[in-house]
């Protein structure tokens, strides 16, 4: 029996459980320290507040938009004050993208990067081979009836964030002025209209993980999903019945898979918790290159580091996930981080889609989400 044992709180799919408790079961072995994952599900993950669950658990797995309100609460142990200098930096040199320093806010590290995401593009070879590299062919092959999109709040979104930098006229991370003009918002929002006209109604309603499993089924007619939050696991051999490949965004703008908006998450610890110095210490090794490469990936896990990415073993058995797009990772976006920023995600995100739906013009929507976005500084 370990003489300590941890609590950690995860997000319930496969790649962001099962990596935890196959991790967890080595380090056990090699420090004598137990920990015992829980979790929940995508969507309470993304709103459940940081605060509730670190008075009940060590160790939590967070995404990047929470750290502004998480320094607010002093809810979280600031992991720049634990562990070697030396391996953090090694950590943070590994990186892909801009994971790392997306959980440095205010002078602090709050979390170690633990799996790397950004919307990019997922396909199915079988049906049209390459992946489009323009988003005028994801027009073409939607008016063919071939294309499936996420925008089940906050996932409509996000695609307005990543469209707007792919443009060249990136919406803003600080307030309180608006966070895109209606002259920049507006092609956007009629790009996104323009889609939205072409695909089912229930893609309003449906998250990646359902847009995956309708795209992976054997008589599925979906050909393509342009802007989609990568699940490694769709493209390991076996895992469901048809095997989908992944590629960079569709260029909207003249500087190829740029802008995508930023996603994955971290581990951090819990500023409550009895053992802070050892929960950190477990951060620091399952964020190294050599677990996130080897034990975290093979148990399904999608790295945050390049080691990962990098690795031939890794993206073999992934049919080429991180190779086929780390230049839309690299050239991703990060989101506004402050501490009303989860609320105006949520706002927006329903009031785009209530737009979209709608058929109401550009000017309303965005004048209104602006608003919003004003409003979540105050």
Not at 95 to 119: K, L, M, N, R, T
Not at 301 to 315: L, R
């Given at each position: 029996?370990?003489?300590?044992?941890?609590?950690?709180?995860?997000?319930?799919?496969?790649r962001g459980?099962?990596?935890?408790?196959?991790?967890?079961?080595?380090?056990?072995?090699?420090?004598?320290?137990?920990?015992?994952?829980?979790?929940r599900?995508?969507?309470?993950?993304?709103?459940?507040?940081?605060?509730?669950?670190?008075?009940?658990?060590?160790?939590?797995?967070?995404?990047?938009?929470?750290?502004?309100?998480?320094?607010?609460?002093?809810?979280?142990?600031?992991?720049?004050?634990?562990?070697?200098?030396?391996?953090?930096?090694?950590?943070a040199?590994?990186?892909v993208?801009?994971?790392?320093?997306?959980?440095?806010?205010?002078?602090?590290?709050?979390?170690?990067?633990?799996?790397?995401?950004?919307?990019?593009?997922?396909?199915?070879?079988?049906?049209?081979?390459?992946?489009?590299?323009?988003?005028?062919?994801?027009?073409?092959l939607?008016?063919?009836?071939?294309?499936?999109?996420?925008?089940?709040?906050?996932?409509?979104?996000?695609?307005?964030?990543?469209?707007?930098?792919?443009?060249?006229?990136?919406?803003?991370?600080?307030?309180?002025?608006?966070?895109?003009?209606?002259?920049?918002?507006?092609?956007?929002?009629?790009?996104?209209?323009?889609?939205?006209?072409?695909?089912?109604?229930?893609?309003?309603?449906?998250?990646?993980?359902?847009?995956?499993?309708?795209?992976?089924?054997?008589?599925?007619?979906?050909?393509?999903?342009?802007?989609i939050?990568?699940?490694?696991?769709?493209?390991?051999?076996?895992?469901?019945?048809?095997?989908?490949?992944?590629?960079?965004?569709p260029?909207?703008?003249?500087?190829?898979p740029?802008?995508?908006?930023l996603?994955?998450?971290?581990?951090?610890?819990?500023?409550?918790?009895?053992?802070?110095?050892?929960?950190?210490?477990?951060?620091?090794?399952?964020?190294?290159?050599?677990?996130?490469?080897?034990?975290?990936?093979?148990?399904?896990?999608?790295?945050?580091?390049?080691?990962?990415?990098?690795?031939?073993?890794?993206?073999?058995?992934?049919?080429?996930?991180?190779?086929?797009?780390?230049?839309?990772?690299?050239?991703?976006?990060?989101r506004?981080?402050?501490?009303?920023?989860?609320?105006?995600?949520?706002?927006?995100?329903?009031?785009?889609?209530?737009?979209?739906?709608?058929?109401?013009?550009?000017?309303s929507?965005?004048?209104?989400?602006?608003?919003?976005?004003?409003?979540?500084?105050?």
């Amino acid at each position: 029996m370990s003489a300590v044992r941890l609590k950690g709180m995860t997000w319930s799919h496969p790649r962001g459980y099962e990596p935890m408790v196959a991790c967890s079961k080595l380090w056990e072995e090699q420090t004598g320290v137990g920990i015992d994952w829980d979790k929940r599900s995508l969507q309470d993950f993304e709103s459940f507040p940081v605060e509730d669950l670190a008075r009940q658990y060590d160790l939590i797995v967070i995404d990047h938009p929470h750290v502004g309100e998480i320094t607010t609460q002093n809810c979280l142990a600031p992991l720049d004050s634990h562990g070697d200098p030396q391996n953090r930096q090694v950590v943070a040199n590994g990186s892909v993208g801009g994971s790392y320093e997306s959980y440095f806010w205010e002078g602090h590290q709050w979390a170690y990067p633990i799996d790397a995401a950004a919307q990019i593009q997922s396909y199915r070879a079988d049906l049209i081979g390459a992946a489009p590299t323009r988003f005028e062919e994801v027009l073409e092959l939607a008016e063919a009836s071939k294309v499936l999109i996420p925008m089940r709040p906050p996932h409509s979104l996000m695609t307005f964030f990543t469209l707007s930098a792919n443009l060249g006229t990136p919406c803003t991370t600080t307030g309180p002025g608006e966070l895109i003009s209606v002259e920049n918002g507006a092609p956007v929002y009629e790009l996104i209209s323009h889609l939205m006209r072409h695909v089912p109604d229930r893609c309003y309603g449906m998250d990646p993980i359902a847009v995956f499993e309708e795209m992976c089924k054997t008589d599925s007619p979906i050909a393509c999903v342009p802007l989609i939050y990568g699940y490694v696991n769709y493209g390991i051999e076996g895992f469901r019945p048809k095997r989908l490949s992944f590629a960079d965004i569709p260029a909207a703008g003249d500087n190829g898979p740029t802008g995508s908006a930023l996603g994955g998450t971290g581990i951090a610890v819990s500023a409550f918790s009895n053992h802070v110095s050892k929960a950190a210490d477990f951060a620091l090794w399952i964020a190294s290159g050599p677990v996130q490469r080897g034990p975290f990936a093979a148990a399904g896990g999608q790295p945050g580091h390049a080691d990962g990415w990098s690795d031939e073993t890794v993206n073999e058995a992934t049919n080429g996930f991180y190779r086929n797009t780390r230049r839309t990772l690299d050239n991703a976006w990060v989101r506004p981080r402050h501490k009303g920023y989860m609320a105006f995600q949520a706002a927006a995100s329903e009031r785009l889609n209530l737009g979209l739906q709608g058929g109401e013009t550009a000017q309303s929507v965005i004048g209104d989400i602006n608003a919003l976005f004003a409003g979540s500084f105050e």
